[in-house]
């Protein structure tokens, strides 16, 4: 697969993998990507997960066409990009390592070598002549690891965005929703926390002239930027991508699960533009997370559970906090049989988050739905309504 005329996808798909980084889901397998630019000099962008090493290799080998390595670019230090690069070195034995100051730092940790007599440590700004390709660093820290670069060829105008842009998916699977879904569970599982750092990314990228984007996970981008330069905007600014409501809940004899959807009913017969409904307990957690910053309403529906609250809820909660939950509005569903304290639990849970409208009115429910509940619930609906 082509990018250019002079650079060619030596990338890898993963259908073996169930969980991503240990707890992602990857129904639609993962890919890793990497790069490799025909030029005087070649560089090789990138490697891939330790278990693909000869697929790997042999994609090289074929691109090559007899050629030599003079590079290999090392954008990310996460192992499913790192996991090879000794063995690259050992095999091009020519060939100089391009990183990071903190890159290097973290090959001695996970490999044991820092290639002192064989490295170029590149900073922000500083550039690398291949021939006709000259490529521009940019680096990016905390995006989302410390030692990250992204590296622009000016020729092709194409932009090596290390993980950002990236999504779950093998490049040889359909994805039936599109890029948006994948990469934004992605982006909001793993990136999510930085997105003060992806923003001075964004700035520095602004100066350049992108016609590609090719990210470490997913599709190689070359159509509509805009759409995806401005959804990427959007996450890392924290703002709402889609009007509408996310109502979570958990449940232990289904009658909190009641006033979830009776409150889905109310709000959509009042003409709520979305409303999303979410077991805690059956959908995927980090879909869940997705999904709370995706919309600018988030109701939170639990049962007091030993004092505390179901710990489904309480692992979600916990999600949202590490990643800097906040400019959207939240509101409370209770359920407690004999001592209701779920709603205090939660907002004391999310008092630390910035920039958080909490609704007034709060559903306190003894047991079952009755009618006082009921018409908190109509209250409710009624006050977040007034967002829209």
């Known amino acids: 697969m082509k990018v250019s005329n002079d650079i060619i996808y030596v990338g890898v798909n993963d259908h073996d993998i169930d969980l991503f980084e240990g707890q992602y889901e990857v129904p639609l397998g993962m890919a890793y990507n990497s790069y490799l630019i025909k030029d005087d000099k070649v560089a090789v962008m990138d490697s891939v997960d330790v278990n693909f090493k000869d697929e790997w290799l042999s994609n090289i080998e074929n691109a090559l066409e007899g050629a030599t390595p003079a590079y290999l670019v090392v954008q990310h230090m996460e192992p499913d990009h790192s996991a090879n690069i000794k063995t690259f070195m050992d095999k091009y034995s020519d060939a100089t390592v391009v990183a990071s100051q903190n890159a290097f730092k973290m090959l001695k940790n996970f490999y044991g070598e820092e290639y002192e007599d064989r490295r170029l440590i590149v900073n922000d700004g500083d550039t690398l002549s291949l021939g006709r390709h000259e490529l521009s660093f940019v680096t990016a820290p905390m995006v989302h690891w410390p030692e990250v670069i992204m590296t622009y060829d000016k020729t092709d105008k194409v932009l090596f965005s290390a993980d950002a842009?990236?999504?779950?998916?093998?490049?040889?699977?359909?994805?039936?929703?599109?890029?948006?879904?994948?990469?934004?569970?992605?982006?909001?599982?793993?990136?999510?926390?930085?997105?003060?750092?992806?923003?001075?990314?964004?700035?520095?990228?602004?100066?350049?002239?992108?016609?590609?984007?090719?990210?470490?996970?997913?599709?190689?981008?070359?159509?509509?930027?805009?759409?995806?330069?401005?959804?990427?905007?959007?996450?890392?600014?924290?703002?709402?991508?889609?009007?509408?409501?996310?109502?979570?809940?958990?449940?232990?004899?289904?009658?909190?699960?009641?006033?979830?959807?009776?409150?889905?009913?109310?709000?959509?017969?009042?003409?709520?533009?979305?409303?999303?409904?979410?077991?805690?307990?059956?959908?995927?957690?980090?879909?869940?997370?997705?999904?709370?910053?995706?919309?600018?309403?988030?109701?939170?529906?639990?049962?007091?559970?030993?004092?505390?609250?179901?710990?489904?809820?309480?692992?979600?909660?916990?999600?949202?906090?590490?990643?800097?939950?906040?400019?959207?509005?939240?509101?409370?569903?209770?359920?407690?049989?004999?001592?209701?304290?779920?709603?205090?639990?939660?907002?004391?849970?999310?008092?630390?988050?910035?920039?958080?409208?909490?609704?007034?009115?709060?559903?306190?429910?003894?047991?079952?739905?009755?009618?006082?509940?009921?018409?908190?619930?109509?209250?409710?609906?009624?006050?977040?309504?007034?967002?829209?």
């Open 165 to 388: 842009f990236g999504k779950f998916g093998a490049n040889d699977v359909v994805d039936p929703e599109g890029w948006a879904c994948e990469a934004r569970r992605y982006y909001f599982g793993i990136v999510g926390k930085y997105g003060v750092q992806v923003q001075n990314v964004l700035k520095k990228l602004a100066d350049f002239d992108i016609e590609t984007i090719c990210s470490l996970h997913g599709p190689i981008i070359n159509d509509n930027l805009e759409y995806y330069i401005d959804t990427y905007n959007t996450w890392s600014s924290y703002g709402v991508e889609t009007k509408g409501v996310c109502i979570v809940y958990t449940s232990v004899y289904g009658h909190t699960k009641e006033a979830a959807f009776k409150l889905e009913e109310l709000l959509k017969a009042k003409g709520c533009p979305r409303v999303v409904v979410v077991d805690l307990a059956r959908e995927d957690m980090f879909e869940t997370v997705e999904d709370a910053f995706r919309h600018d309403t988030l109701i939170l529906a639990t049962t007091t559970y030993n004092g505390d609250i179901f710990p489904f809820m309480s692992t979600f909660i916990n999600h949202l906090l590490e990643r800097g939950y906040k400019k959207r509005t939240i509101g409370f569903i209770e359920n407690g049989s004999w001592a209701p304290t779920a709603a205090r639990v939660m907002r004391k849970m999310m008092d630390e988050l910035k920039d958080i409208d909490f609704l007034e009115n709060t559903v306190t429910i003894t047991s079952a739905l009755n009618d006082a509940s009921r018409e908190q619930l109509e209250n409710l609906a009624t006050e977040i309504m007034k967002n829209y």
